[in-house]
Each structure stands twice: as C-alpha cells, then as structure tokens.
C-alpha cells in the first residue's frame, strides 16, 4: 500500500498555460510526516525478500516507506547470515538507508571481512577509523589507542555490535548531508553523499558542485576525484545487483500503450492543453493516456515558457503534468492511488512511451537509473520538495526522451 500524506498546502499551483507569463508563488510550507520502518517478509521460495526500505524526503529525517526488494541469491555469503541483524538495526536506526545500499557499501569496504584493517588505520566491516569509532559509540564500548590496532577483543571487531554503532553514525550523515543536497540541488543523490562521506568526508560533498569532486575541488587532486568516483560507482553497481524491483502497481490500469514509432521531431504538434507545441513522442503520450485512461478527472497542462526554469521540458513540449487532486494541496487516498496507477504505468511502458523519467508523491523514477526504482526527488535546486507542488504532490510529471 502507498502511504498517503493529507495536509493543505500554503501554496497554489497555477495550471500552465500558454499565456501565464510569470512565474507563479512557491511558500515553503514546511511539513513533516513519519511512516514506520522496514518490514521484511521473505518469500518461501527463498531467493527473494520484499523489503519496504526508506527514503528521505526533503531535508526532513522522518521517511516514509518505499517498495524494494532484496535478492538474496546475489548476497554475500556472509551478509546473507547477518541479513536479519541488518534489517533490525536499519529498522530501529535508518529506515532510510535501503539494505542494498548498506550491502552494497560494506562489501566495497571490507567484503564482508568483520576483521578487516585497512593500512589508514580503518577497522570491521564498515571500515570505522579511531575517530569515527569514537564519534559512533560516544559512551559506549570505547575507542582503541591512537596509533595501534584495536586489540582482539576489542567490540569493533563484532559484527553485531558494530553495526549497531556504525549504522546510525553513517545515518546521521545521510540525514545532514541530504539537506544540504536540497538546498543546494546538487546531482549527487543522497546515499550516493552518504558513500562520499565515508570514503572522503562529508567536505567532500559540501565543497563541489556535484557532490563527487573534480580534480581541484574540496582539496581534492586527480587521484582522490578518481578513487570517490570509483567508490561511489561500485557501490551504486552492487546496490542495483543487490535490488530486485517489485512489479509495478498496475492492477486496473490499462493495456499496454501502442508504441511511439514516429522518431525525433520538433515541437511541431499541437498540444490540447495550452496554445503551445509537443513533439511527436510527448503528443503519443497524451494521446495514449487519453486512449487508457479517458479524459483525465483533474486535467492537464504540458506545453509552458517555465522562464524559472528554462532547461526545463516543458518549454520543449517534451513534458506534461497530470493534476491529481486540487493543485496546491496534497491529495486524498484514492487521489493518491490514482496518480500512483498513471505513474506506474508510465513507468512499466516507458520503452514504448519513449519516458525519459516520472515524478510523483516526492519520488523520481528515470528510464536511465530503472534499476534503483523511485529514488528521492530533491527538487533540483528549483522546487521545494516539501511542498505540495514542488514535490509533485499534487500531480504526475513525465518527460519524454525527445
């Protein structure tokens, strides 16, 4: 089931239309939202479990539940055996931290080795340097002496208990470093920053345009630049190999689209929402929603100048929002269902549609990053995300790929 959020926004969404020339008023309208953590339910033929695994929206640290699957087949041995361990710490601590993404950034760290000690002084399988050891635990197990190996005994070295420091530790970055990724709209995404945090230090993400230095930024030289960008690369691999996507909720929707055969065009058809133009991909699209869905309940509007935002698709006719509910508030469940049901579909035939990518209920989901499913979306420096709007609440946008 998808959470629903049900709060009146401060803003309203003016519908676009050719002959709005202005860019309409954003508030920022702060809410906040909790839904409970990861539930995991493993499927009797044991290759699969479906996980519901966090994301963060916003810069807010309450999450909501987002719909993953961990594929067990393709785990580490050993984070097979300590999986359930795994899921009640993120449950307890980071509901937001996907599982395969914590899979994922130990086996880069430490393959799964809980006795690992790298040469920088790094120890257990999230490779915790003294310091950070020290920061995670607080009053708890303690640190180990500068400038030595922590002794046999020594709790870093469990696997359990380390976890069960380090994870919240790496949370509290992911949390802090995902409100700088929304004020500043940097590309990164969040657990990507979370990785470069690890490896680099958060500085790292704060001091580069992306959120990966470039050789020169955030003190960091062509070899750093290189080995975060392989660290982070690695990392986003394994996690996708980790993930096994759920099916898409189409119970209801509509029968497979025809396919777009009609290649690149300009913005050279007409576009029934405004006065304006779409090109020949984004005009099939409207038209196979039209044909699947009928006339949608809320309306639509594609083509816009968005002189906010002109690298925008809009102004391209390669885009169109699908209004779900009253603009400017956040929708009601069966709202919520419905736009999740176009979204979804959208999603599932995006090779025939030509979908570049979909946004709805705070989530991106892109044609080129189809095997991290709906990730965050941070508003990308323009939008608020937070609200009703900004974080398309309120309607379904989708882009074509020309």
Aim: charged share 15%.
């Amino acid at each position: 089931m998808i959470p629903v959020i049900t709060k009146t926004a401060k803003t309203v969404w003016q519908v676009r239309q050719a002959r709005r020339t202005g860019r309409s008023a954003w508030s920022a309208g702060p809410w906040k939202w909790i839904v409970p953590g990861v539930v995991v339910a493993l499927v009797a033929a044991g290759c699969v479990a479906t996980a519901f695994v966090s994301a963060i929206v916003g810069g807010d640290q309450e999450a909501e539940a987002v719909e993953g699957a961990v594929n067990l087949g393709a785990l580490p041995p050993a984070a097979l055996e300590l999986l359930p361990d795994v899921q009640r710490i993120l449950a307890a601590s980071c509901p937001e931290l996907p599982t395969p993404w914590l899979v994922a950034e130990i086996e880069v760290e430490s393959s799964w080795n809980p006795r690992a000690y790298s040469s920088a002084g790094a120890a257990g399988l999230t490779q915790m340097l003294r310091g950070s050891w020290g920061e995670a635990t607080g009053s708890g197990p303690g640190n180990w002496p500068a400038g030595s190996r922590p002794s046999d005994s020594h709790p870093v070295w469990e696997p359990v208990t380390h976890l069960e420091y380090a994870v919240p530790w790496m949370c509290t970055n992911l949390r802090s470093i995902t409100q700088h990724l929304v004020v500043t709209g940097k590309t990164i995404t969040p657990l990507q920053a979370m990785a470069v945090c690890h490896i680099a230090g958060c500085s790292r993400v704060t001091g580069s345009a992306t959120g990966i230095p470039a050789p020169g930024e955030a003190g960091c030289g062509e070899q750093c630049s290189s080995e975060v960008q392989s660290y982070v690369d690695r990392i986003t691999a394994l996690a996708a190999q980790y993930t096994v996507a759920t099916g898409p909720r189409l119970e209801g929707a509509p029968p497979r689209p025809a396919a777009y055969t009609g290649g690149a065009t300009g913005c050279d058809f007409e576009d029934p929402s405004s006065t304006g133009c779409l090109t020949g991909a984004a005009a099939h699209v409207v038209a196979q929603i039209e044909a699947g869905f009928g006339r949608w309940t809320w309306g639509f509007a594609c083509w816009d100048r968005h002189e906010w935002n002109p690298t925008s698709d809009h102004p391209r006719g390669r885009a169109c929002d699908y209004a779900v509910g009253r603009l400017g508030a956040f929708p009601d469940e069966p709202e919520v269902t419905a736009g999740w049901l176009l979204a979804e579909w959208l999603r599932a035939y995006s090779a025939e549609l030509q979908v570049k990518y979909v946004i709805f209920q705070g989530k991106i989901w892109q044609a080129r990053l189809a095997a991290a499913g709906w990730t965050p979306y941070n508003g990308g420096g323009v939008y608020d995300p937070t609200d009703a709007t900004g974080g398309h609440y309120d309607h379904v946008h989708v882009s074509t790929t020309q």
